[in-house]
């Protein structure tokens, strides 16, 4: 008996030794090994600039920390972390013997003279511990631990993706008001047009096309005006599902598009700015898992060692179990068993394990040429948008210009009402493009932001040893 015990301890030592696992390595990058537009030469990287300093607006900073606190989907997110902690301690506790206290009672006829024989036992029992010399259980908790890994990966994904459609919700909100702004001014202006077009074509001194004309652009004025007002509302409906919590209906961003002010960010190497983002870590540590997997796989071909123990007190009558009638009493019972037949079991469950880390190792391929794309995107707008926002706002300032001198030149009976209407129109339709303009930039650089790995917190916690 002392023999088996110091075999059990040996074989529980040498279970840490064994493991079919194969070794990691991470598959090689299939993106280019520069992004195709410059990005900024200077500036803190987006992995390690947290939201509270790239976001300078206090109003924008207080939408995105309510988000953080009442947003639903990032509370699933992070309840979904919990449950993978909590599957990987069970997996974790499957390495250790399940230690209980048992009673037993059994009836059966007695090998020495053949008559019924009563037994009752009580005490401690160890229930079929797997003893995991060739590291299958290793491997599942392995397993089981990158699984964490990933749904915390999947957590911090989820923050950046918020805070990032936070911001550009708000910044809809920004440019939707200045466009309601634009509108009212326009429609207050087209309406008193109007009125005096009508009054000069009852005096006979406007034509009835100068008259129809001025109808229309203050009727598209009152267009644009109930356009802006839709957006808004759905931009603040938008915002309160985003927050978790509702805002009024007089909610205000108290800003321009002009005035808010984004800093620029430096890419980096391909190799070093998509490691960094978590959804790409996600899905190594899905393949991390997966690879792990294998190693469970591989382990059923071999003998599964268990242990089955109790230790206790036994007697032939229930009374006397715990008194004088009763005597200590223990049982040991290892088994070993080796799969000889099971109509291809395993081998399907290994091949299903390998065909796993084949179907890994593509979707992190995938998550590495989609965030590839998404920041070559940002960066074409980078390199872009400035430029288009300046020819735009030269515009804009030209049409202006030729408003006024149309005006002075109709004032002074020169031009007709005809040029006058269509320089009105060319620069309402000039401000609404910069507007939107300034929108589609401002937007571009938190694409970029996030594009690169910024919007999420480390937070605090301890993560689990492997």
Do not use: H
Request: hydrophobic fraction near 45%.
């Amino acid at each position: 008996m002392t023999r088996l015990r110091l075999s059990a301890a040996a074989l529980a030592f040498a279970a840490a030794g064994c493991s079919f696992v194969p070794t990691y390595e991470r598959p090689a990058a299939p993106v280019p090994g520069a992004f195709p537009y410059p990005a900024a030469a200077e500036g803190t990287p987006a992995a390690q600039l947290e939201w509270q300093k790239f976001f300078a607006d206090e109003r924008l900073r207080s939408l995105i920390a309510a988000a953080l606190a009442n947003n639903r989907d990032l509370r699933v997110a992070m309840l979904n972390v919990e449950q993978a902690r909590a599957q990987y301690d069970i997996r974790r506790a499957d390495l250790y013997p399940t230690v209980g206290v048992a009673a037993t009672a059994s009836r059966a006829p007695s090998a020495l003279n053949g008559q019924q024989v009563n037994t009752f036992t009580a005490g401690l029992a160890l229930n079929t511990w797997e003893i995991d010399f060739f590291g299958r259980l290793r491997a599942l908790s392995e397993a089981a631990v990158a699984q964490y890994l990933a749904t915390d990966e999947g957590r911090k994904a989820a923050q950046m993706s918020l805070v990032a459609s936070v911001a550009t919700t708000w910044l809809s909100l920004v440019a939707d008001e200045e466009l309601l702004a634009l509108a009212q001014q326009t429609l207050t202006t087209r309406e008193e047009s109007f009125r005096l077009t009508k009054l000069r074509f009852d005096n006979g001194v406007s034509s009835e096309i100068d008259l129809r004309l001025a109808q229309s652009l203050s009727e598209t004025a009152r267009v644009a005006l109930a356009q802006a007002q839709r957006l808004r509302a759905n931009d603040i409906n938008a915002l309160s599902l985003l927050v978790g919590q509702g805002l009024p209906n007089d909610y205000r961003s108290g800003t321009t598009t002009a005035a808010v002010a984004l800093p620029d960010l430096p890419a980096g190497l391909p190799s070093e700015v998509l490691v960094a983002r978590p959804d790409v870590r996600q899905a190594e540590q899905q393949l991390v898992s997966a690879n792990a997997n294998i190693g469970a796989a591989r382990a059923a071909f071999f003998p599964r060692i268990t242990l089955t123990a109790q230790a206790g007190r036994a007697s032939t009558q229930l009374s006397g179990l715990f008194g004088n009638g009763g005597e200590w009493a223990y049982t040991v019972a290892p088994s070993l068993l080796l799969p000889i037949f099971d109509a291809g079991r395993n081998s399907a469950g290994l091949r299903s394990a390998n065909v796993s880390r084949d179907i890994a190792v593509a979707q992190y391929e995938k998550a590495v040429q989609s965030a590839f794309r998404e920041v070559s995107d940002a960066l074409a707008g980078r390199a872009t948008l400035g430029d288009q926002l300046q020819a735009q706002s030269n515009v804009a300032q030209a049409e202006g210009v030729r408003t006024r001198l149309s005006q002075m030149r109709f004032d002074a009976g020169v031009a007709s009402q005809l040029d006058l209407l269509d320089a009105q129109r060319s620069l309402f339709a000039a401000q609404q493009a910069e507007i939107q303009t300034r929108l589609a930039r401002l937007q571009n650089q938190v694409l970029l932001y996030r594009a690169l790995g910024g919007g999420w917190t480390e937070p605090a916690t301890t993560e689990p040893a492997r």
